[in-house]
């Protein structure tokens, strides 16, 4: 299938969802400190978007309960918000999808509660970092081979697993849109990327070497069948003749 092109007025409206997003997830890492739930950081969002005139886009779709996903530790992807509280050490993933106007944006980020141990400080640089390389990646001409092949070098540059399963997106009205971002792939492969096109890249990270998960019985949560812990960061870019544009980095 097609991307949905969108054009410049479209694309500002993106990152004006884009902004109010960004703001939400600063507040998130203001208020993340031992002892705090998820769940109150979900609240915090539902008001936070009320206040300025959007909406949690996540919350009913396909029957997802919440305003954000909130995957604690071993947790890697879509965790409800819950009552326990955050410990010491934690990582935890928060992924939001704002609506402004019927224009959507969608951005994740892994916050750590207090100090991590090195080698979680060490991925969660590093995804960070793959995340950025896939991004500088996404200019017309290149293809979606060349974002997914950015990611993977990165991954086994530090011999990380990378969530196979879990993949970027278009973006736009809808939150999947056509084409698939995968986190992997070969240079010069795949769909050619063009100006107009907005896309989520959001590369997880683990230091399991396969990276393998498996769902709950929620049919949501993901975890590490090893147990091991991941990381997540996400932004919501718009291809266009000047480069990327990344529309939910507050800029
Ligand atoms: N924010 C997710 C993504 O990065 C999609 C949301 S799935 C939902 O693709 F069900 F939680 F909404
Ligand atoms: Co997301």
Redesign the pocket.
């Known amino acids: 299938m097609d991307p949905i092109l969108k054009t410049k007025e479209e694309i500002s409206y993106m990152q004006e969802a884009g902004r109010i997003l960004h703001n939400c997830h600063k507040l998130i890492e203001q208020r993340l400190a031992p002892g705090v739930t998820t769940r109150d950081m979900d609240e915090l969002v539902e008001e936070f978007l009320a206040k300025n005139g959007a909406t949690p886009?996540?919350k009913g779709?396909?029957g997802?309960p919440y305003a954000t996903?909130a995957s604690i530790n071993e947790v890697v992807c879509?965790g409800f918000p819950s009552e326990r509280e955050l410990a010491e050490g934690d990582v935890v993933t928060i992924?939001?999808?704002v609506n402004k106007d019927g224009w959507l944006a969608?951005s994740?980020w892994t916050y750590g509660i207090g100090e991590q141990r090195r080698t979680i400080r060490k991925l969660m640089k590093r995804t960070e970092k793959a995340l950025h390389r896939a991004i500088a990646q996404a200019v017309p001409g290149n293809t979606l081979g060349d974002i997914g092949n950015a990611i993977e070098r990165s991954a086994r540059l530090y011999r990380y697993g990378i969530v196979k399963p879990?993949i970027?997106?278009g973006i736009g009205q809808y939150?999947?849109e056509p084409p698939n971002v995968l986190p992997y792939g070969k240079r010069g492969t795949g769909q050619m990327l063009t100006e107009g096109m907005v896309i989520?890249i959001?590369p997880i990270f683990t230091k399991g070497s396969s990276g393998v998960v498996v769902w709950d019985e929620d049919g949501?949560t993901v975890r590490t069948v090893d147990g091991s812990w991941g990381v997540q960061y996400?932004h919501t870019i718009a291809i266009t003749s000047n480069g990327p544009r990344i529309l939910t980095d507050g800029t």
Request: charged share 30%; with cysteine.
């Open positions: 886009e996540q779709y396909k997802y996903c879509h992924d939001m999808v969608d994740a879990l970027g997106h939150i999947h989520t959001e949501w996400e």
